[in-house]
């Protein structure tokens, strides 16, 4: 379903450089509004930069990001930043939505295969199991765009396929850009994808 209140995302002629290294140079794109849409590439391609840029957690050295400003964000990182001594179901329950319960947090948790999980502190899970905390937390949150960083980090098998199915239902009628290295993902998904690749140096 697509939102036609939610407006695209758009890339124009945006640079970024760390260190006097060029990450992004000159990139144009539309993301579509109200769409899952894809960014894929090798690591050091300027994926996880570019999620940056359009969370507004830094600014581009040159061009311009429309579409974004204002939105409420949720995002999944490539670090899982759960808060340790807290249980998986408190993790959820800090930053979720309004009105979203301890029954809500449980019932996703399980949703994701973390049957048994939400009472057990995150420190004590295993990571592919604190990966899926952090998912469920993003997609327990209150937001207009979702903003995803090699979300199944991991995952294998099964598991992998379930996580990407629930996040696909999830997020269903809203922005939602999804930073991965493998191209399955896209094409499971059904999303169209923006392909980076290393600028030389």
Not at 180 to 185: A, F, G, I, R, S
Request: proline share 5%.
């Amino acid at each position: 379903m697509i939102s036609l209140a939610m407006p695209d995302i758009e890339l124009m002629r945006v640079c970024k450089s760390y260190g006097g290294r060029s990450v992004l140079q000159d990139l144009c794109h539309r993301f579509p509004g109200g769409q899952i849409s894809c960014v894929l590439g090798p690591s050091g391609c300027g994926k996880t930069t570019l999620l940056r840029l359009i969370a507004g957690l830094e600014a581009p050295d040159g061009g311009e990001i429309r579409g974004a400003a204002g939105w409420k964000i949720s995002a999944v990182f490539q670090e899982d930043r759960l808060l340790e001594n807290l249980t998986a179901e408190k993790n959820l329950l800090l930053t979720a939505r309004p009105g979203f319960t301890r029954k809500d947090a449980q019932d996703l948790l399980e949703q994701l295969g973390l049957n048994g999980a939400a009472r057990q502190r995150t420190s004590l899970l295993s990571g592919g199991m604190r990966r899926r905390v952090a998912v469920a937390r993003a997609l327990a949150a209150d937001y207009d765009l979702l903003l995803l960083d090699e979300p199944l980090t991991g995952l294998d098998g099964e598991t992998r396929l379930q996580v990407l199915r629930h996040i696909q239902r999830a997020c269903a009628g809203r922005t939602t850009i999804w930073v991965t290295h493998d191209p399955q993902v896209p094409a499971l998904l059904g999303a169209p994808a923006l392909q980076l690749s290393r600028i030389p140096d």
